[in-house]
């Protein structure tokens, strides 16, 4: 169940149907003020909407009162041990409060905390990690670890509750990625409260990334979750925000910035594709615009799956195309590829359509069905993906109830056409 219940923090909404929140956390010293404020930016440069500060002494809460005013997004003091912190964390201006009910030194505690939060009108988040749950729960976590994170939970959610304070968010964190994910269905299904998610000690940036992309993706889909952090074993927070804009993208939870698809390559490749993709990779970086860009390794398939895609380049040995909503727009040679293609994204954004020579677009539709022609026996595995959809559905890819065949004898009357791949969400219209 997603989460009813809202909170803010700072400007941003969390819970109650609010875009879900990415939140990274500083890896500096706090009390490092110009370090800590760098890697502050970072994050918000890169779509940070929260940033998470450790305060672990007092230096720290010094250091907090000055980076709550100079933050471009809101700041939560994370705490742990140390009430006092939370309590001077508040006065320093913090946006949100981190803490874990069980390691702060007992209810009475928690109750200054929620007392002093309350009148300040500053929310928490109350969280309970698999390394460290209260004594009473061992027996149960050794027989159950994802009952007894649920209980930790929902008990530190009934003594806020009796603290009368319900500004708060949860959150259960664990190395596990199964666990995270059966917890926070659990808990989901038993408070209303916004949802933290994470999975903790996530790993490298590559095994961190997959380990978050499983566990949060998964939970996220089932629309469980208001916000998230992904772990990484990274000094560059950043990182950990583009991971995170990565999973809502491909969720469809949130737009941001230009997606770059691409086919896997095969042996028909005709070009340098690794270093094309990367190229386009980089220069897209600087783009804020949410544009679909498609790179095709060979021009066999037409612009087939890729015809949804707002701009795209199919290459061939010595020319290639480039298309734009299904449409070719014109031929350039191949070692002009990306470079024109940046021509004519950057003109389509600044005309907010895409203009169309049709004598050129006419040039490039005959090269591309002259190669498709030539190719036509060709089972490619676009072709392959496409047949299995047509045979799935009971059609022979052109909408055709299908006659009883094997895919030798129907593969050739499968195009890659919009009935298979129905041209969605274009954002420019085509002239
Ligand atoms: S056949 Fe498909 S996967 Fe292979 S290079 Fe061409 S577009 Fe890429």
């Excluded at 918000?44 to 500060?53: K, N, P, T, W």
């Excluded at 471009?72 to 140390?82: R, T």
């Excluded at 086919?263 to 005709?270: A, E, F, H, I, S």
């Excluded at 790179?295 to 612009?303: D, E, K, Q, R, S």
């Amino acid at each position: 169940m997603a989460s009813r219940r809202q909170i803010w923090v700072g400007g941003v909404p969390i819970g109650g149907g609010a875009p879900v929140a990415v939140q990274s956390m500083t890896k500096t010293e706090t009390a490092d003020f110009d370090a800590t404020m760098k890697q502050i930016r970072d994050i918000a440069d890169a779509g940070g909407d929260l940033v998470r500060c450790a305060v672990p002494r007092e230096k720290d809460v010094d250091a907090l009162k000055r980076i709550v005013v100079e933050s471009p997004i809101p700041v939560i003091a994370d705490i742990h041990f140390n009430y006092t912190l939370a309590l001077k964390a508040i006065d320093a201006g913090a946006h949100c409060i981190r803490l874990n009910p069980g390691n702060i030194g007992g209810p009475d505690k928690v109750a200054q905390v929620a007392e002093k939060a309350k009148a300040a009108g500053v929310p928490m988040r109350i969280g309970v990690n698999s390394g460290s749950l209260p004594k009473h729960l061992h027996e149960l976590e050794r027989e159950n670890s994802v009952e007894a994170l649920v209980q930790a939970a929902v008990e530190f959610v009934e003594l806020m509750e009796r603290l009368d304070f319900e500004n708060f968010k949860v959150s259960i964190k664990s190395t596990s990625v199964p666990n995270t994910i059966a917890s926070n269905r659990l808990l989901s299904e038993k408070i209303d409260y916004p949802l933290h998610l994470g999975i903790t000690e996530a790993g490298t940036k590559w095994s961190g990334s997959l380990k978050s992309a499983v566990g949060l993706g998964t939970l996220l889909a089932d629309g469980i979750g208001d916000t998230i952090r992904i772990s990484l074993s990274t000094f560059h927070a950043e990182e950990e925000v583009n991971v995170a804009w990565e999973i809502l993208k491909a969720l469809k939870l949130r737009e941001r910035g230009p997606v770059l698809i691409a086919c896997p390559t095969c042996g028909r490749l005709q070009f340098d594709m690794d270093t094309v993709v990367t190229e386009i990779e980089q220069r897209l970086e600087s783009y804020e615009q949410p544009i679909e860009v498609a790179v095709l390794g060979c021009a066999v398939n037409g612009i087939g799956e890729a015809s949804h895609a707002d701009f795209g380049i199919t290459g061939a040995k010595n020319e290639g195309l480039i298309f734009a909503g299904g449409k070719p727009l014109r031929k350039v040679p191949t070692e002009r590829l990306v470079d024109e293609l940046f021509v004519e994204i950057d003109r389509s954004l600044d005309l907010g359509r895409t203009e169309v020579d049709e004598g050129k677009s006419a040039e490039g539709a005959e090269w591309l069905a002259k190669i498709e022609e030539e190719n036509a026996d060709d089972l490619t595995p676009e072709r392959l993906a496409a047949l299995e959809a047509a045979n799935a559905d009971g059609t022979n890819g052109n909408g055709e109830v299908k006659p009883a065949m094997g895919i030798g004898a129907g593969y050739k009357r499968v195009r890659l056409d919009e009935e298979l791949s129905p041209t969605a969400g274009r954002r420019f219209t085509r002239s």
